[in-house]
């Protein structure tokens, strides 16, 4: 089984209590799984566990600020990750158009810049079609964490 971290990234909640329903439902299948709420750069570099970013985006498509002191050391420092598995799973709201999901995008980007694989799609929530983000969030991350394992 597979021993993930989720970096959340939240404004409002949503994103937390998504990471905390993905950890509750993936660690009843045998996975190991640390949410982190306020991660450091430490937290990815002390370890080899398969990352799951989780976050809200704010403002124009920005990270929030719970992840954007994680985000900007790791984009100043680039410690090289190579082939380590990633996802990411992203709130918005499309009515902000070209900005929708910034955040998960931005994130994407710094991860391939450290060399890490990404595992599946990005999976977008819009605030618009859904309430409940933990909904279309757990099955995705029951594949994604099932992928991660065939990789390992």
């Not at 999976?123 to 991660?148: F, K, Q, S």
Request: glycine share 8%.
């Amino acid at each position: 089984m597979a021993r993930i971290r989720i970096l959340v990234g939240t404004v409002y909640g949503g994103a937390l209590m998504t990471a905390r329903a993905i950890r509750k439902d993936l660690e009843s299948q045998g996975h190991q799984v640390t949410v982190l709420e306020k991660p450091t750069l430490t937290d990815l570099t002390d370890s080899d566990d398969a990352v799951l970013v989780c976050t809200s985006t704010t403002g124009q498509g920005e990270v929030p600020a719970p992840l954007l002191p994680f985000y900007v050391e790791l984009r100043d420092t680039l410690p090289m990750q190579p082939g380590r598995p990633f996802g990411v799973i992203v709130l918005g709201d499309s009515s902000y158009g070209d900005t929708y999901c910034g955040a998960g995008e931005l994130m994407e980007e710094a991860f391939y810049e450290i060399a890490c694989r990404k595992v599946g799609e990005t999976l977008r929530i819009d605030a618009l079609e859904t309430v409940d983000p933990e909904n279309e969030a757990l099955p995705w991350a029951r594949d994604w964490a099932d992928a991660v394992d065939r990789i390992a």
